[in-house]
């Protein structure tokens, strides 16, 4: 039985046990964080006078305990009635060895959201990265002198050999290429913030991409005219969107292949944080291509620095580009099907001066208090 308590505690989402009239006969740690009450005050009530929710599901909660078989509801909003209510997924089973016992754990699904989309660079990562810094230092030097080496030897070489001196020239320059990505991580330093317009950042990867790795590419610009300026690095943002430019490019490959930059507006956007406090990011970016989509397999990992679904590629893409947003407290997301991939950037705006509206002499009045 210990052992049956232990699992139920470390439950990591909430979770209550019902008897065969309804009635809560316990809840799990997570449960009492959910409902904000403890388990004491609350064993013995109504669970649905507790948890409120907004689909008719009584009936089928009823049949689920006389088949006795475990029932799945997706997407109900269930609230506390001290709270907003939240999007959850229900999963209800009958309780083995309790006639008419029903366990009911709920899954906030914005909790399942952020999980996986948390792409700020985890700290497994970041250390793996500052590895690879260090390493990638260390081998270039020794690398040039390889490269120097293997092209002296190859004057004296017949042609034959001289193949093989030539593999080793090239793979050296693949590898100082990787290495050069690498220490990309090392020398970026925190973001200069201050005010950009986002399309002029745009423009400049377009037509950046559309002279070099993107030639093939048509790219549309979506843009919404009045998005106000954005608070970040000119410089970072344009590497970010180069980057993701890039990846599309190549997943469309030499059939080409068409590119939407969707700019908007989202006034409700926000970013909630662990510490509970929010950030608006309303600045909406949105890199939209028409290839084949991320490759299934990594789909979940492609912010990972060092997951690649290119033979030649490296992963760093991807990873710089989330390192980026996330010293710009901004936020990445992707969704992804065949035939649509959506990069969505979200960041925050600068914050509109009162000084305009403010007349002179408030403006006075204002200084006059400060003094
Ligand atoms: N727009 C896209 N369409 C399809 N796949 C993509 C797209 N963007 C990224 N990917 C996938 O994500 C992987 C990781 O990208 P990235 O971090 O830039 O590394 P790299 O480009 O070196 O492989 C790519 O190899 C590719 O498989
Ligand atoms: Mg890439």
């Known amino acids: 039985m210990m052992e049956d308590d232990a699992v139920w505690a470390s439950l990591p989402v909430p979770a209550l046990l019902l008897d065969e009239d309804d009635n809560i006969v316990a809840i799990n740690p997570a449960a009492e964080g959910f409902l904000n009450t403890s388990s004491k005050s609350i064993n013995g009530q109504k669970v649905w006078e507790k948890v409120m929710i907004d689909s008719p599901l009584e009936d089928a909660f009823e049949r689920a305990r006389k088949t006795s078989s475990p029932l799945f509801v997706n997407d109900v909003d269930v609230g506390t009635g001290e709270r907003a209510p939240l999007h959850c997924n229900l999963q209800i089973a009958p309780m083995a060895g309790q006639p008419g016992h029903m366990m009911f754990l709920i899954s906030p699904r914005e909790l399942a959201g ?48 001289q193949e093989l001196t030539d593999l080793i020239v090239a793979e050296s320059r693949r590898i100082v290429k990787l290495l050069e990505q ?25 037509r950046s991409a559309l002279l070099g790795f993107g030639a093939q590419m048509k790219i549309i610009e979506d843009y919404d005219p009045s998005l106000p300026m954005a608070l970040g690095d000119p410089d970072q943002l344009l590497q970010v969107v180069l980057n993701l430019l890039k990846n599309a490019s190549e997943a469309a490959g030499s059939a080409g292949g068409t590119i939407r930059l969707h700019t908007f507006f989202e006034h409700s956007f926000r970013l909630r944080r662990s510490d509970g406090e929010g950030r608006a990011l309303p600045l909406q970016i949105e890199i939209i291509d028409d290839g084949p989509g991320l490759p299934p397999d990594i789909a979940g990992d492609i912010f990972d620095p060092f997951v690649s679904g290119r ?61």
């Open 114 to 161: 952020r999980l996986t989309q948390d792409h700020t660079v985890k700290s497994a990562a970041k250390s793996a990265i500052g590895m690879a810094e260090m390493l990638a230092h260390e081998i270039k030097n020794p690398l040039a002198g390889i490269t120097g080496a293997a092209q002296l030897l190859s004057m004296n070489l017949s042609a034959q050999d």
């Open 182 to 206: 690498v220490e990309q991580f090392g020398n970026l330093t925190l973001p200069d913030m201050r005010p950009v317009n986002i399309h002029d950042v745009l423009d400049r990867a377009r």
């Open 311 to 371: 033979e030649n590629g490296t992963g760093l893409g991807l990873a710089l580009v989330s390192k980026i947003m996330s010293d710009h407290d901004g936020w990445i997301s992707v969704t992804s099907v065949p035939g649509k991939t959506v990069f969505r950037l979200s960041l925050p705006m600068v914050k509109p001066k009162k000084a305009k509206s403010a007349t002179a002499k408030s403006a006075k009045a204002k200084s006059s208090k400060e003094s």
